[in-house]
């Protein structure tokens, strides 16, 4: 199945293209942070994607410092997703990557042990049907992602170097409607 992520830095997306374009769904992000921030176009986004016959999940882009912030992160991403109130068809999937920096800025040690640990206290806090995204370093140095449990999402552009896990993030410059989009295979 063709999946997009989506977020507020997609602007307004024409839904008919992405349909058209052969897609089946979308991971639509629900906020970031440790204070729990909303993205912006969380709920427009969703409703949309479930109005145009989409299947719909969520992810949380992190900003965990410790596994205390991951829980408090777990507990923000179920309030928001249970406030929309709607029904996910996929996964929601914690983004534990440092893709802007934040982490190393920030002292963050790296240690897989710990950040095998946060993921589980965001999976646990949050509550729902959850994975982990994250591309192949992390998942080969960062993440015990067997002993996990759960669903695992890889990032892993310009290459057939898929884990096997539940989806495959093969491309972030897949174009419909003008835009660029991160795509992705989801075994399902």
């Known amino acids: ?6 977020s507020e830095n997609n602007g307004v997306i024409d839904w008919d293209s992405v349909v058209d374009a052969g897609v089946e769904g979308v991971i639509v992000r629900a906020g970031y942070g440790v ?23 969520a992810y949380w882009y992190s900003y965990a410092l410790d596994v205390e912030g991951a829980h408090k992160e777990g507990e923000a991403c179920a309030r928001i997703i249970n406030d929309w109130g709607g029904l996910l068809e996929l996964p929601v999937f914690f983004d534990m990557e440092d893709a802007d920096g934040y982490k190393r800025r920030h002292g963050f ?19 729902l049907n ?10 080969e140095n960062y993440i015990d ?16 170097d898929d884990i096997n896990g539940y989806a495959w993030q093969f491309t972030d410059s897949c174009e419909i409607g003008g835009k660029l989009f991160d795509a992705s295979i989801f075994r399902v």
């Open 130 to 139: 959850c994975g982990v995204y994250a591309s192949l370093d992390w998942f």
């Open 1 to 6: 199945m063709l999946v997009l992520d989506v």
């Open 35 to 57: 204070s729990g921030t909303e993205d912006e176009m969380f709920r427009q986004n969703i409703n949309a994607a479930i109005e145009h016959g989409l299947k719909v999940g």
């Open 145 to 160: 992602w067997q002993n996990l449990g759960c669903a695992v999402w890889n990032a892993q552009w310009g290459s057939d």
């Open 109 to 127: 040690a790296f240690d897989a042990d710990e950040i095998t640990a946060m993921c589980k206290a965001f999976i646990d806090a949050c509550g």
